[in-house]
């Protein structure tokens, strides 16, 4: 990760993208073609149910990981609410 390496001063925090199955790569591929994001999968009325699931935990994964890069970055705002 050189990119990384040369700007470790800079960086706040990394995001790795969750593993995902071949299954669960063609149906990000799919959502790509199509201009879906993970936050709409679920009223996307074309994609298959397990295609959703799928596609639902890499979101909730991926999303988990930002919030919690986000909480200990900024602290957590809910605790404040």
Same mark, same amino acid.
């Given at each position: ?9 800079? $960086?706040?925090? &990394? ?25 709409? $999968? ?13 596609? #639902? ?11 919690? #890069?986000?909480? &200990?970055? &900024?602290?957590?705002?809910? @605790?404040? @609410?």
């Amino acid at each position: 990760m050189s990119l990384y390496s040369d700007n470790v001063d800079k $960086v706040l925090g &990394v995001i790795q993208l969750p593993e995902a199955d071949e299954a669960t790569l063609g149906d990000l591929h799919t959502m790509g073609l199509k201009l879906y994001t993970l936050s709409t $999968v679920d009223e996307c009325d074309d994609l298959e149910f397990f295609s959703k699931h799928r596609l #639902t935990i890499y979101r909730e994964e991926l999303f988990g990981q930002i919030g919690d #890069t986000w909480e &200990v970055l &900024v602290g957590d705002s809910r @605790a404040a @609410a």
